[in-house]
């Protein structure tokens, strides 16, 4: 009998996981994060509650691409994970700086596979299958059991025009369709956008209209990991007499692995490092950097607020977010929008001009997945629930006057879906959930109640109440530090030093970040926590609240 267990990624979108069991043996298909709201204070990361692995560990971990949303918990997983660890080179190449991150001696583990290539776990023989998305090194899973073929799609959308060439391997899933495939896993993000989704190249036209017009410094925020977005970038500023400087951490290492890897092709003297930037004519740089959701640490919100050491926005410069706002981070990207209007930039996003496209296969590519594979059982993955329901509407649509129908599973995170020869069904719970990482913690903490209750528990909580001018944002009166459950020795003489600490960080900080309740929140607790750290070797919950007066 196979079982599988969607572990993340079902009713909603990131944390992508699913393993499949065969008698002993279980494997895992990618191992995705998500990323917080902003109310989860504190929390920098989230992944799937792994107690089903910690039960049955994994022969093997089997990656399809290099998106966070399918890699991101890798370091996490690793350690339940008895095998190798299967994916493309530059898939690979962006795991392997997470595991050293982690001091995860793991590189001997890393097994570099090539689309049409198979390999053997136990029961389980896994095919790898070339898709297009909006990252090269992409492949969808043929994985061949004792009871029949399961294709699971992985990120994709049908790219007929790919940056590098490589094309979608639409043979490959029609010759599996013809010899019978027992179940399909499909991607289901953008179940809800008619039509096709566009190539890579359709944004070239809307970039080369803004490196025509923009008489300044240029700066587009994208992915750190839109690998084709920085090749046509990279292309153009070589046609435009344009340096190119990678600004952010993200966006430096992951530029330097796509070079590596032959993925990335920069003509020889367009590139220079960002420190190099003040050194040439705006009219003559091209910045490539991260931060287009607004993230407060991120390169571009540090420009906006000319915070940053080397980059620094103006009249007549151009600030590009080639990015789709990700659900819940619109506010933000607003702010961060407002920022680089007060230094007087021109602001082009996706609604202005056609500056993104979208990696995820619209409605008639997942029409044309399901008609190539014609599953005997359909799964919609990856998506909210409303997402995966369309997506369910939509198979019965393309396979109304087919007979048998396929039969339509609408799974949902720790669903237990059996498959054996008197049919599918889904037969139970498995443990689920999710884990709230904090990077300063040494340790994982289950859930959001767990989590913050073992932070309380231990560490106690401290709310810095700081009140500022909402028009000069100047500080008034005297910062106040409250504690809960904090109790030290000279404590008193500790939150009188905490105390100047807040007044010290408010007026060394812009105006602009002052007024910005998101920013100096953020600030506030790094620094104060920072301090606890150091003088009381404790971690209270920091909970900034700012009086706007």
């Given at each position: 009998m196979l079982e599988v267990v969607p572990l993340g990624g079902l009713g909603e979108f990131g944390m992508n996981m699913l393993a499949l069991s065969w008698g002993e043996t279980t494997i895992v298909v990618d191992a995705g994060v998500m990323f917080p709201d902003p109310e989860l204070l504190g929390v920098d990361r989230i992944i799937p509650d792994l107690s089903y692995l910690e039960k049955s560990r994994a022969a093997a971990l089997v990656l399809t691409h290099g998106h966070e949303d399918h890699i991101g918990a890798v370091p996490h997983v690793v350690p339940l994970v008895d095998g190798p660890i299967y994916g493309t080179p530059l898939t690979l190449a962006l795991v392997e700086p997470k595991l050293q991150e982690h001091g995860l001696d793991s590189a001997?583990?890393?097994v570099s596979v090539q689309p049409r290539q198979r390999v053997t776990v136990g029961a389980f023989e896994i095919e790898f299958i070339r898709v297009t998305h909006s990252m090269p090194d992409c492949v969808a899973l043929a994985i061949h059991t004792p009871i029949?073929?399961?294709?699971?799609?992985?990120?994709?959308?049908?790219?007929?025009t790919p940056i590098d060439g490589e094309h979608f391997d639409v043979h490959r899933f029609a010759e599996l369709g013809t010899a019978g495939v027992l179940a399909l896993f499909a991607d289901s993000t953008n179940i809800d956008r008619r039509g096709f989704t566009g190539s890579e190249r359709d944004v070239i036209e809307a970039f080369e209209e803004i490196f025509t017009s923009s008489t300044g410094k240029l700066v587009v925020a994208a992915f750190a990991s839109s690998i084709y977005r920085m090749q046509i970038l990279v292309d153009l500023a070589s046609q435009f007499d344009r340096k190119v400087a990678f600004v952010g951490r993200g966006m430096i290492q992951n530029s330097e692995i796509a070079q590596r890897l032959g993925h990335l092709r920069i003509p020889a003297g367009v590139?220079?490092?960002?420190?190099?930037?003040?050194?040439?004519?705006?009219?003559?740089?091209?910045?490539?950097?991260?931060?287009?959701?607004?993230?407060?640490?991120?390169?571009?919100?540090?420009?906006?607020?000319d915070d940053h050491r080397h980059v620094k926005v103006g009249d007549d410069d151009t600030v590009v977010l080639s990015a789709r706002a990700i659900p819940g981070n619109e506010k933000p990207?607003?702010?961060?929008?407002?920022?680089?209007?007060?230094?007087?930039?021109?602001?082009?996003?996706?609604?202005?001009?056609?500056?993104?496209?979208?990696?995820?296969?619209?409605?008639?590519?997942?029409?044309?997945?399901?008609?190539?594979?014609?599953?005997?059982?359909?799964v919609p993955v990856h998506g909210e629930y409303r997402q995966l329901s369309q997506h369910a509407r939509v198979a019965r649509k393309v396979f109304a006057g087919r007979d048998p129908r396929p039969e339509i599973l609408l799974a949902e995170n720790g669903d237990v879906l059996t498959f054996d020869t008197t049919g599918a069904r889904i037969a139970g719970k498995a443990p689920f959930g999710r884990v709230l990482i904090d990077d300063t913690l040494t340790g994982e903490v289950g859930d959001e109640v767990l989590r913050d209750r073992r932070h309380l528990a231990e560490d106690g909580l401290v709310v810095p109440v700081v009140a500022i001018s909402k028009q000069t944002g100047a500080l008034e009166g005297?910062?106040?530090?409250?504690?809960?459950?904090?109790?030290?020795?000279?404590?008193?003489?500790?939150?009188?030093?905490?105390?100047?600490?807040?007044?010290?960080?408010?007026?060394?900080?812009?105006?602009?970040?002052?007024?910005?309740?998101g920013l100096i929140k953020e600030k506030l607790r790094v620094e104060l926590r920072r301090f606890f750290r150091k003088r009381s070797g404790r971690r209270p919950f920091v909970l900034p609240v700012i009086m706007e007066i």
């Open positions: 001997h583990r890393l029949g073929v399961v294709v699971h799609t992985g990120d994709f959308k049908i790219d007929q590139q220079i490092r960002d420190s190099d930037v003040g050194n040439y004519p705006a009219q003559d740089v091209l910045c490539l950097v991260t931060g287009s959701q607004g993230e407060p640490a991120a390169a571009l919100s540090r420009i906006a607020i990207i607003g702010r961060v929008i407002n920022h680089l209007a007060h230094r007087g930039a021109d602001v082009i996003h996706e609604g202005i001009k056609h500056v993104h496209v979208s990696g995820h296969g619209s409605e008639e590519e997942l029409k044309l997945m399901l008609s190539l594979v014609r599953p005997r059982y359909f005297v910062p106040d530090i409250i504690t809960r459950g904090f109790v030290m020795e000279n404590s008193e003489a500790l939150l009188a030093d905490g105390t100047r600490l807040l007044s010290d960080v408010v007026e060394h900080t812009s105006v602009e970040e002052r007024t910005d309740q």
